[in-house]
């Protein structure tokens, strides 16, 4: 017997996940399932956040989007799934993009695996967050106490 039935739409997105694709695609501030939600009602008034976030999971298990896992255990997600690293702003919560070429990230990664002896595997550049302070907030810091500090 042959099954000619197929019932499989993994390849095909629903309205609403293309919707969260969208939505994620026009943006690199690696937002948040709540805002995700927020701008994905402005077009798409009926959807719900248990939708937003049922999509943004089935996505990043598909290897479509990447889920940034940041302090306090808050989801970040990004449309970007090239080889980057992620900085998140102990200042403003923003999480920054870190892109290098090919070969310099491969390198990094060697010298972590190398100087750690993390199993190759378990690195996964894109989940890497560093924390530090963005441009944006360090300039912010330079100009307003620029009377403070004498050197
Ligand atoms: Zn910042
Ligand atoms: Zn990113």
């Given amino acids: 017997m042959i099954n000619i039935i197929r019932k499989e739409k993994r390849v095909r997105y629903s309205k609403q996940r293309s919707l969260i694709m969208d939505v994620l695609k026009n943006t690199t501030s690696h937002p948040t399932a709540q805002w995700v939600y927020e701008q994905a009602k402005q077009d798409m008034p009926t959807i719900g956040i248990a939708t937003v976030y049922r999509n943004l999971n089935a996505l990043a298990e598909n290897g479509d989007i990447q889920r940034i896992i940041s302090t306090g255990n808050v989801e970040h997600y990004d449309a970007d799934t090239s080889d980057h690293w992620h900085m998140a ?15 310099q990230l491969a390198a990094l990664h060697g010298m972590i695996v190398d100087t750690f002896g993390i199993q190759d595997e378990n690195v996964r550049i894109g989940k890497t967050l560093l924390q530090g302070t963005c441009n944006a907030c360090l300039r912010r810091k330079r100009e307003g106490s620029g009377n403070g500090t004498m050197h």
């Fill in 89 to 103: 702003c102990m200042q403003c919560g923003k999480i920054i993009d870190l892109k290098a070429d090919e070969e």
